[in-house]
């Protein structure tokens, strides 16, 4: 393998799992209005509710153990000790099978007190807390299948087969989508349902996405099973004890779970205290209510878009920074680390200069004429954020993987406290917009202090990365004049969005050809993605692999 492939090789398994997920969030923003034109906007509380339980019940039934599947199946796999990477898979699912059949059924008993609860308690409606209570009882299948798939990934992804990471989350998504769509439109337009029963069906479809990646695993998979199993048959050592494998899973596992939960106070405490903050200033409340429910749900949407590059380098960096670590190549370490920052910085800083200076356009396309003054002046300061909850979470799992565990809950608590403090004051005096700034204080100190962190413990040397950070944003700025110039003398009536997607479109063309030619005429993706030369040709070359 040569020099140039050995150090592609993270970077092009996290481009590709990044692609397969950008494909699955891009149609999960489809299903979402006819669902909502099929349900009614009353019933899509209902969903809401739901989801919210669902997220929740998924964080505590992995508890982590798909990382760590990860993590232990690359690290035996480079030892050459097959026999305990299958015993790792087989411990691992059964972990995360039988914890997530206890969280089902706590679940499935608590489900009628729960309903009551989240439909306003004694005061509810029979037929409100009936149909919550049967949307628990669907979502339960989901909980019990959705760990075994997140295992499934985690084993393959330890493997380095990153693109069936990517494609599996494509189909999955797809196959909800697809679901929700079809299964909606037959039961409430065919049938003659309840509108309620679109809800029943968007439901119904993660368990069915799952169990058709599920069965996607098992027949892409079998030339990688044989192999294992062939290499397993050459092996003379036994595996690893089985103790020892299961208190390598925890030890790995829980402080992910720790760190994800950690990672989602802010979110909470944005909920949970603004409105209270808010209503001690001559703020009204009603535009208060307004403005968090763009922040928070509007604008976190589109903010999606960037984060794919968290999920997919999350998920690609894992099996090869192991490795590394696996061989004591702390050099080779070093330039894998400085790559993956540098290659997120290449890619997301000309999405976050688009965003914030076409904010108007791309709220538009998205949500309309309605409270566009508000909903772009809240999502053009909010793509800050953007930008740093993006490479915050990257660094994080960098620092688990690495074996930092402690540095980094230590460093989300000490993010956590800043937030706390700050919000209060920076609400008080900003409003809506405080709660921006006090989320990027508390990812700023993350970033820095994990920054700080892996210098001092590898040795690793980040002023390369600011250097090309700070040319990367002045390339993205100069690629995109042109585009601001264009736009404020071609004056664009924002009344249909059809228009304004074709108009995007074209400054998208225009942006991204400037940016790229500015760039490699001095040799800055050259440089960062350690290639000779890079073309057009070469890079759809690339992508077509």
Same mark, same amino acid.
């Given at each position: 393998?040569?020099?140039? #492939?050995?150090?592609?090789?993270?970077?092009?398994?996290?481009?590709?799992?990044?692609?397969?997920?950008?494909?699955?969030?891009?149609?999960?923003?489809?299903?979402?209005?006819?669902?909502?034109?099929?349900?009614?906007?009353?019933?899509?509380?209902?969903?809401?509710?739901?989801?919210?339980?669902?997220?929740?019940?998924?964080?505590?039934?992995?508890?982590?153990?798909?990382?760590?599947?990860?993590?232990?199946?690359?690290?035996?796999?480079?030892?050459?000790?097959?026999?305990?990477?299958?015993?790792?898979?087989?411990?691992?699912?059964?972990?995360?099978?039988?914890?997530?059949?206890?969280?089902?059924?706590?679940?499935?008993?608590?489900?009628?007190?729960?309903?009551?609860?989240?439909?306003?308690?004694?005061?509810?409606?029979?037929?409100?807390?009936?149909?919550?209570?049967?949307?628990?009882?669907?979502?339960?299948?989901?909980?019990?299948?959705?760990?075994?798939?997140?295992?499934?990934?985690?084993?393959?992804?330890?493997? #380095? @087969?990153?693109?069936?990471?990517?494609?599996?989350?494509?189909?999955?998504?797809?196959?909800?989508?697809?679901?929700?769509?079809?299964?909606?439109?037959?039961?409430?337009?065919?049938?003659?349902?309840?509108?309620?029963?679109?809800?029943?069906?968007?439901?119904?479809?993660?368990?069915?996405?799952?169990?058709?990646?599920?069965?996607?695993?098992?027949? &892409?998979?079998?030339? %990688?099973?044989?192999?294992?199993?062939?290499?397993?048959?050459?092996?003379?050592?036994?595996?690893?004890?089985?103790?020892?494998?299961?208190?390598?899973?925890?030890?790995?596992?829980?402080?992910?779970?720790?760190?994800?939960?950690?990672?989602?106070?802010?979110?909470?405490?944005?909920?949970?205290?603004?409105?209270?903050?808010?209503?001690?200033?001559?703020?009204?409340?009603?535009?208060?209510?307004?403005?968090?429910?763009?922040?928070?749900?509007?604008?976190?949407?589109?903010?999606?878009?960037?984060?794919?590059?968290?999920?997919?380098?999350?998920?690609?960096?894992?099996?090869?920074?192991?490795?590394?670590?696996?061989?004591?190549?702390?050099?080779?370490?070093?330039?894998?680390?400085?790559?993956?920052?540098?290659?997120?910085?290449?890619?997301?800083?000309?999405?976050?200069?688009?965003?914030?200076?076409?904010?108007?356009?791309?709220?538009?396309?998205?949500?309309?004429?309605?409270?566009?003054?508000?909903?772009?002046?809240?999502?053009?300061?909010?793509?800050?954020?953007?930008?740093?909850?993006?490479?915050?979470?990257?660094?994080?799992?960098? &620092?688990?993987?690495?074996?930092? @565990?402690?540095?980094?809950?230590?460093?989300?608590?000490?993010?956590?406290?800043?937030?706390?403090?700050?919000?209060?004051?920076?609400?008080?005096?900003?409003?809506?917009?405080?709660?921006?700034?006090?989320?990027?204080?508390?990812?700023?100190?993350?970033?820095?202090?994990?920054?700080?962190?892996?210098?001092?413990?590898?040795?690793?040397?980040?002023?390369?990365?600011?250097?090309?950070?700070?040319?990367?944003?002045?390339?993205?700025?100069?690629?995109?004049?042109?585009?601001?110039?264009?736009?404020?003398?071609?004056?664009?009536?924002?009344?249909?969005?059809?228009? %304004?997607?074709?108009?995007?479109?074209?400054?998208?063309?225009?942006?991204?050809?400037?940016?790229?030619?500015?760039?490699?005429?001095?040799?800055?993706?050259?440089?960062?993605?350690?290639?000779?030369?890079?073309?057009?040709?070469?890079?759809?070359?690339?992508? @077509?692999?």
């Amino acid at each position: 393998m040569n020099k140039n #492939k050995v150090k592609q090789s993270v970077i092009v398994a996290a481009l590709t799992s990044s692609f397969g997920i950008f494909i699955s969030k891009a149609l999960g923003l489809l299903y979402y209005a006819p669902l909502s034109a099929l349900a009614g906007e009353s019933n899509m509380a209902f969903y809401s509710v739901t989801y919210t339980y669902y997220d929740l019940l998924l964080k505590i039934s992995s508890a982590g153990i798909p990382f760590a599947i990860a993590a232990l199946v690359a690290r035996y796999y480079i030892r050459q000790d097959y026999k305990t990477v299958l015993l790792i898979k087989k411990l691992g699912i059964s972990l995360i099978m039988g914890l997530s059949f206890i969280v089902a059924l706590i679940f499935l008993f608590a489900s009628k007190p729960l309903a009551m609860q989240a439909m306003g308690g004694a005061s509810a409606s029979e037929s409100d807390v009936y149909h919550l209570r049967n949307l628990f009882l669907i979502l339960v299948i989901a909980v019990i299948l959705v760990p075994y798939l997140s295992a499934i990934r985690g084993y393959y992804q330890g493997l #380095k @087969r990153l693109d069936l990471y990517g494609s599996s989350q494509a189909l999955e998504q797809f196959v909800r989508v697809l679901s929700i769509i079809v299964l909606a439109l037959l039961f409430v337009k065919v049938f003659k349902f309840e509108s309620i029963y679109a809800i029943y069906c968007a439901i119904a479809a993660a368990a069915i996405a799952a169990l058709v990646t599920i069965i996607f695993f098992i027949f &892409m998979t079998k030339a %990688d099973n044989k192999h294992i199993d062939e290499l397993v048959k050459t092996q003379d050592s036994p595996a690893e004890l089985k103790s020892i494998i299961i208190k390598e899973i925890i030890a790995l596992g829980l402080p992910y779970l720790l760190i994800s939960f950690l990672g989602s106070i802010s979110p909470l405490i944005n909920a949970n205290f603004f409105l209270n903050t808010i209503s001690k200033t001559n703020v009204d409340i009603e535009s208060a209510k307004l403005s968090m429910g763009i922040l928070l749900a509007n604008c976190n949407k589109l903010h999606s878009i960037p984060q794919v590059l968290t999920i997919g380098f999350s998920a690609g960096l894992v099996p090869y920074l192991v490795e590394t670590l696996e061989q004591q190549d702390i050099n080779k370490l070093g330039k894998q680390v400085v790559q993956i920052i540098d290659t997120v910085l290449y890619i997301l800083i000309p999405i976050i200069i688009i965003f914030i200076f076409f904010a108007r356009d791309i709220y538009f396309i998205m949500y309309g004429n309605t409270n566009l003054d508000l909903g772009t002046n809240l999502f053009r300061l909010s793509n800050l954020v953007a930008f740093s909850d993006t490479i915050a979470p990257i660094i994080s799992s960098i &620092m688990i993987t690495l074996r930092l @565990r402690k540095e980094a809950v230590l460093t989300l608590i000490g993010s956590i406290m800043i937030k706390f403090i700050s919000f209060f004051f920076l609400v008080k005096h900003f409003g809506a917009n405080g709660m921006t700034f006090s989320s990027l204080l508390s990812s700023l100190f993350v970033i820095g202090a994990y920054l700080l962190i892996l210098k001092k413990r590898f040795g690793i040397r980040f002023v390369q990365s600011l250097k090309r950070g700070f040319i990367i944003l002045i390339c993205a700025l100069i690629a995109c004049l042109p585009c601001i110039i264009a736009d404020y003398f071609i004056p664009f009536e924002y009344s249909s969005r059809l228009l %304004d997607i074709l108009k995007m479109g074209g400054i998208g063309i225009v942006f991204i050809s400037l940016y790229y030619l500015i760039s490699a005429k001095i040799n800055l993706p050259q440089h960062i993605f350690g290639v000779e030369k890079i073309s057009p040709k070469s890079l759809l070359s690339k992508f @077509r692999s």
